[in-house]
């Protein structure tokens, strides 16, 4: 029996709240589920507790699916993994139609090719914490190419990613919400509906205009996000829990700015 090829198959990435690998589990019972590209269930976990979450209406007698990889790639990249890790072609309509291909890899290719090949040596970075050298690589790919390919393209996207977590580990605040508004169109795009994914990516960027002050731009997102967590990972769910409490407090300071904008008004007019 060949226990790596059973892991490779079968395992599941075990992550964080912010969807983050922090390890492999092995869960029987869940890798019963097929694969979908357009998956109509996903997985969160809470520490090592894996929830099988619905992310649409299911109708009676349909099967339940989840992706058995990351969706930001083109459909034939997407075979490629699947052929290789799991040994099964995938027919799902969105590899069929091809969808969103021409979009994820919109602008210039030569450029885009650039900026792709660049993504191995910022995830390394990344992994070894070399977060001035990862923003510095980002900033130079983003900048250079800023006419030639668009926030859209998935290569792009991913410099805009790496971005913006290196400038929150810098504590680079302003630039952080800046390469991370940059991101949300195409977020909201590739994960439409109830996504993990996105509901994080918008939970960040609430946090970063939260920090900044701007409590009301920081209450519609995190509202927005606490909309798609309450049915990604349940209300329960630690994460969603945290959210809780930040829109609690988002509240109450636009209440204090709010008040306290209404005095000085209030001491102008005398």
Not at 108 to 135: C, G, I, N, R, Y
Not at 233 to 258: I, M, N, Q, Y
């Amino acid at each position: 029996m060949n226990y790596q090829s059973e892991v490779i198959c079968n395992g599941f990435t075990i992550s964080n709240g912010e969807m983050q690998e922090v390890g492999v589990g092995l869960y029987p019972s869940m890798s019963l589920l097929n694969h979908s590209c357009d998956p109509n269930c996903v997985i969160v976990f809470e520490g090592t507790s894996l929830f099988l979450r619905a992310v649409r209406e299911i109708q009676k007698g349909e099967e339940l699916t989840i992706c058995y990889l990351d969706v930001l790639l083109p459909s034939q990249e997407r075979q490629k993994q699947l052929k290789e890790q799991y040994c099964f072609a995938c027919d799902c309509i969105r590899c069929k139609t091809q969808d969103k291909d021409v979009d994820m890899l919109a602008g210039e290719e030569p450029f885009w090719k650039e900026v792709k090949d660049a993504v191995d040596t910022v995830e390394e970075l990344q992994s070894q914490k070399k977060w001035e050298q990862v923003l510095a690589t980002c900033q130079a790919l983003i900048n250079n190419h800023k006419d030639r390919i668009p926030d859209r393209n998935i290569y792009q996207l991913k410099m805009l990613d790496c971005a913006m977590d290196a400038c929150i580990n810098l504590s680079l605040w302003e630039d952080a919400l800046l390469y991370g508004r940059r991101t949300l169109d195409p977020y909201r795009l590739y994960y439409p509906g109830f996504h993990p994914i996105k509901a994080i990516q918008i939970m960040k960027i609430g946090k970063l205009q939260q920090h900044q002050g701007m409590f009301r731009e920081a209450l519609e997102t995190l509202r927005e996000a606490f909309d798609l967590l309450k049915v990604t990972h349940g209300r329960r769910h630690s994460l969603t829990e945290e959210l809780l409490t930040l829109l609690g407090d988002c509240e109450a300071s636009l209440r204090v700015t709010e008040e306290g904008l209404l005095r000085l008004e209030g001491q102008d007019s005398r």
